[in-house]
């Protein structure tokens, strides 16, 4: 009796998967559907999408020193005191020239976590309104100020929602009041995605 039992109860555990399984694998994700071109493709197990703009930054224009740092290197177009912590909003541009067109915004801080004033732990958030994309993303981690960083997606709204991937930062130019940074944005959408709730849009 009870081997019956654990034989039905094992019947339908695999029933149920097998079940699950398929609709995995039926339906592609519907978060993406939006970015089906200019950058993204599908392969049938999720869907991609790539953007590159750059970061224009000025100091004490769009990004200021809010806490002074407490010991180890000076403040420079690379370098800023063990414990700074500054604040950005940046414009971010379709190319390297300041005067392109501006196709979003990054906002967040940093702090400086090494003597050397090289490395810091960042946290921003990257809007996107460009070729009919529309959203953002939310990135958190390390920042080497004269190599490329990445940082792992840990969110995103609007067309972006529920992304995952990564943004990698590059330096373009550091010399000047104004320095510029290549972004890239690795973005994919594992198929699950098609499932969450999607946000309503405010009337």
């Given at each position: 009796?009870?081997?019956?039992?654990?034989?039905?109860?094992?019947?339908?555990?695999?029933?149920?998967?097998?079940?699950?399984?398929?609709?995995?694998?039926?339906?592609?994700?519907?978060?993406?559907?939006?970015?089906?071109?200019?950058?993204?493709?599908?392969?049938?197990?999720?869907?991609?999408?790539?953007l590159t703009l750059y970061q224009q930054e000025t100091i004490n224009k769009t990004a200021y020193i809010i806490v002074d740092g407490v010991a180890g290197a000076g403040v420079s177009e690379t370098t800023t005191p063990f414990g700074t912590i500054y604040v950005?909003?940046?414009?971010?541009?379709?190319?390297?020239?300041?005067?392109?067109?501006?196709?979003?915004?990054?906002?967040?801080?940093?702090?400086?976590?090494?003597?050397?004033?090289?490395?810091?732990?960042?946290?921003?958030?990257?809007?996107?309104?460009?070729?009919?994309?529309?959203?953002?993303?939310?990135?958190?981690?390390?920042?080497?100020?004269?190599?490329?960083?990445?940082?792992?997606?840990?969110?995103?709204?609007?067309?972006?929602?529920?992304?995952?991937?990564?943004?990698?930062?590059?330096?373009?130019?550091?010399?000047?009041?104004?320095?510029?940074?290549?972004?890239?944005?690795?973005?994919?959408?594992?198929?699950?995605?098609?499932?969450?709730?999607?946000?309503?849009?405010?009337?």
């Open positions: 009796m009870a081997a019956t039992s654990a034989a039905k109860s094992l019947l339908l555990c695999l029933t149920a998967f097998a079940f699950l399984h398929h609709l995995q694998f039926q339906y592609p994700a519907v978060a993406a559907t939006s970015l089906s071109k200019n950058g993204s493709r599908d392969g049938g197990h999720g869907r991609t999408f790539s950005f909003r940046d414009d971010l541009t379709v190319r390297a020239d300041r005067a392109s067109p501006v196709a979003g915004v990054a906002e967040g801080s940093s702090i400086t976590t090494t003597l050397d004033g090289l490395q810091a732990l960042s946290l921003a958030k990257i809007t996107v309104d460009h070729r009919g994309h529309r959203g953002s993303v939310s990135v958190l981690g390390g920042t080497y100020n004269t190599k490329p960083s990445d940082y792992p997606v840990v969110g995103g709204t609007g067309d972006f929602a529920y992304a995952l991937g990564y943004v990698r930062s590059t330096p373009v130019d550091l010399r000047g009041r104004t320095v510029t940074y290549k972004m890239e944005l690795h973005l994919y959408w594992p198929p699950y995605a098609h499932y969450a709730p999607v946000p309503h849009k405010a009337v």
